[in-house]
């Protein structure tokens, strides 16, 4: 049997069960080098990474060799963020206690093989103190933790809580996936649970499209349910939209399936409290974080991914974008 080995990472004993001989003898490679192919590889597609070695430096380090050290450490995080080595998983700064922290997630299509879409979930977690207004109707997060799994909930939200750890005030902010707010009422029952509004107005748009031929009549309509909407109230809109007299079948369903929406989320959309709060009505943040975190690597022309390689990309990208690559660098140098 071989000996387990153990590798000290601060004051923090890293497992190295998965590591049974060194990683420069596993790759035959430095640790810097090690490095550099991880940082290239989550950056850009392999080939773009292998043709930036050879103009850059003059190595020849095939896409495929790329390929192995990303997805290799890319595993080594889940088995890091499992173990809940602390030191080890990202964190926002520290800010006050009456600081509100932000969870937002949501869920994107990712093409696999042989040749089939499965979800990738995303969560973005941030300070309310950390959200910065630029302009009039655009502001910048200046600290974010990220967190993904490509697969079901049991494994993303035990993996999403270790990121949650120390964190009080939670807001989160969701569409109507059923998944999110079970999660919330199961695991944070005293977390303030807010229905992103554009859905809530999305829901308005399909059904007074389909409803209404006079496009004035459609936006006196929708701007007077808009605006009960933003104050708080939803009842009033919930009747407003029974009395319409629907005529189409596509517009009886949009009807339907807006009442339904809004009374199952109704305690999720009292915007006017929560605009008086000061927080957040929009998960804007999170579709943002698709297109950065996940899209701008993950979603090509022509991609298709293997389960374990998306997660791994997925995983250093989220390191990456939550300013915590010094940590893939010390894994890098303690499993070596």
Request: with cysteine; net charge positive; hydrophobic share 35%.
């Amino acid at each position: 049997m071989k000996k387990k080995v153990l590798t000290t990472l601060g004051r923090i004993e890293l497992p190295k069960a998965h590591l049974l001989c060194p990683l420069k003898s596993k790759f035959n490679i430095t640790v810097r080098l090690q490095e550099q192919m991880c940082w290239l590889g989550q950056v850009c597609v392999y080939r773009e990474a292998e043709e930036s070695f050879k103009k850059l430096c003059g190595l020849e380090i095939s896409d495929q060799q790329i390929k192995r050290v990303c997805s290799y450490y890319g595993e080594v995080l889940d088995e890091v963020i499992q173990a809940n080595i602390e030191p080890m998983i990202p964190k926002l700064e520290e800010t006050t206690s009456e600081d509100p922290t932000y969870v937002m997630m949501d869920g994107a299509m990712l093409f696999t093989r042989p040749k089939e879409w499965k979800e990738l979930k995303l969560a973005r977690i941030f300070k309310g103190s950390k959200v910065i207004d630029i302009q009039k109707s655009r502001s910048e997060i200046t600290d974010t933790v990220y967190c993904s799994h490509l697969g079901g909930v049991n494994k993303f939200f035990p993996k999403l809580e270790r990121h949650l750890q120390g964190y009080r005030n939670l807001v989160v902010v969701g569409d109507g996936a059923k998944w999110i707010w079970n999660w919330c009422e199961d695991n944070y029952p005293g977390c303030v649970e807010i229905l992103d509004f554009y859905h809530a107005k999305e829901k308005l748009v399909i059904l007074g499209n389909l409803h209404f031929k006079d496009k004035q009549k459609k936006d006196e309509w929708l701007n007077q349910q808009l605006g009960l909407l933003r104050n708080s109230e939803v009842y009033q809109v919930i009747l407003n939209v029974k009395k319409l007299s629907c005529r189409t079948e596509k517009s009886k369903e949009a009807k339907a399936k807006l009442i339904k929406y809004y009374t199952e989320h109704e305690d999720r959309m009292q915007y006017k409290t929560y605009r008086e709060a000061g927080l957040l009505i929009g998960s804007g943040p999170i579709e943002a974080a698709h297109r950065s975190v996940i899209q701008q690597r993950m979603k090509l022309s022509g991609q298709k991914w293997s389960i374990r390689g998306a997660n791994a990309i997925a995983n250093l990208r989220c390191f990456s974008k939550s300013n915590a690559w010094s940590k893939i660098n010390e894994i890098i140098k303690a499993a070596a």
